[in-house]
């Protein structure tokens, strides 16, 4: 299998356009996800553990998620399956959890999976020793991960609005 590294996709040249398709589209669908959020009743109640005083609307991941794969097929971006199968994964996982809510540790599972799918697909970070690029990519895409579902729990920040 080949690898693909990080820097590779980074100075393909490729990537600034398809950025911006996500980050406009991702700011489109956004109004029409949380409107249909909360005519669905999809929405995180305030509690003492969340910042959030009033209901916030929840499934922000779908907007990201349409965002980003409309901004890869119409921009003609090649994504390697190493990317493909760990952001399904992470958007099911998502949408599990503003359901029916996970427990940490079955969400901390999960991530570790798609960023190991990542890591055994090839994706790698080539700047460091081989050794240590595995461990180091595999920590990275866990903490992103959780950077960003932190974020979200604080009051649907992910996703920029509420």
């Given at each position: 299998?080949?690898?693909?590294?990080?820097?590779?996709?980074?100075?393909?040249?490729?990537?600034?356009?398809?950025?911006?398709?996500?980050?406009?589209?991702?700011?489109v669908?956004?109004?029409?996800v949380?409107?249909?959020?909360?005519?669905?009743?999809?929405?995180?109640?305030?509690?003492?553990?969340?910042?959030?005083?009033?209901?916030?609307?929840?499934?922000?991941?779908?907007?990201?998620?349409?965002?980003?794969?409309?901004?890869?097929?119409?921009?003609?971006?090649?994504?390697?399956?190493?990317?493909?199968v760990?952001?399904?994964?992470?958007?099911?996982?998502?949408?599990?959890?503003?359901?029916?809510?996970?427990?940490?540790?079955?969400?901390?599972?999960?991530?570790?999976?798609?960023?190991?799918?990542?890591?055994?697909?090839?994706?790698?970070?080539?700047?460091?020793?081989?050794?240590?690029?595995?461990?180091?990519?595999?920590?990275?895409?866990?903490?992103?991960?959780?950077?960003?579902?932190l974020?979200?729990?604080?009051?649907?920040?992910?996703?920029?609005?509420?």
């Open positions: 299998m080949n690898s693909v590294t990080v820097s590779n996709l980074l100075t393909s040249g490729s990537v600034l356009l398809p950025l911006l398709v996500s980050f406009t589209l991702t700011a669908f956004t109004p029409t949380i409107l249909a959020a909360r005519r669905a009743g999809w929405l995180a109640k305030p509690r003492a553990d969340r910042w959030h005083t009033r209901p916030t609307a929840l499934m922000g991941g779908i907007a990201i998620f349409l965002g980003t794969v409309c901004a890869w097929l119409f921009t003609g971006h090649a994504v390697p399956v190493g990317l493909w760990p952001a399904v994964w992470l958007f099911f996982l998502g949408l599990i959890d503003d359901r029916v809510g996970l427990r940490p540790h079955l969400k901390l599972i999960g991530q570790i999976a798609a960023a190991a799918m990542a890591v055994m697909c090839g994706i790698h970070f080539d700047v460091f020793p081989p050794v240590l690029a595995l461990p180091i990519t595999l920590f990275w895409l866990v903490g992103i991960t959780n950077a960003v579902n974020l979200d729990n604080m009051d649907g920040l992910a996703r920029g609005c509420r």
